[in-house]
Nanobody, 115 residues
Framework: VQLVESGGGLVQPGGSLRLSCAAS????????TDWYRQGPGKQRELVAT???????NYVDSVKGRFTLSRDNAKNTVYLQMNSLEPEDTAVYYC??????????WGQGTQVTVSS
């Protein structure tokens, strides 16, 4: 089983990025997917969740700016991030969750928001 994040990079404040989390070896559609981030000197925090039934939940700091979606045909979950702020700078990780337990983790992708 492998989860691979992509789409990170350097963006100016106010810009956008779309992160992808592509799964292999599992049927991603039956898992919930959590996105975590860990900024410099900070603890890892849960940012957003999409369930297997496509319900979504977001931490308050990203509500209205981040949007989760999934493409089951591509076995991929996306995190669209708009109006990015320097405080969003972090390594972003996706995690496949089953029965409320994290099962598989990706390797992370760096997002840097800076002018």
């Amino acid at each position: 089983v492998q989860l691979v994040e992509s789409g990170g990079g350097l963006v100016q404040p106010g810009g956008s990025l779309r992160l992808s989390c592509a799964a292999s070896g599992i049927s991603f559609s039956i898992y919930a997917t959590d996105w975590y981030r860990q900024g410099p000197g900070k603890q890892r925090e849960l940012v957003a969740t999409i369930t297997s039934s496509n319900s979504t939940n977001y931490v308050d700091s990203v509500k209205g700016r981040f949007t989760l979606s999934r493409d089951n045909a591509k076995n991929t979950v996306y995190l669209q991030m708009n109006s990015l702020e320097p405080e969003d700078t972090a390594v972003y990780y996706c995690c496949a969750v089953r029965y409320t337990r994290p099962q598989y983790w990706g390797q992370g992708t760096q997002v840097t928001v800076s002018s």
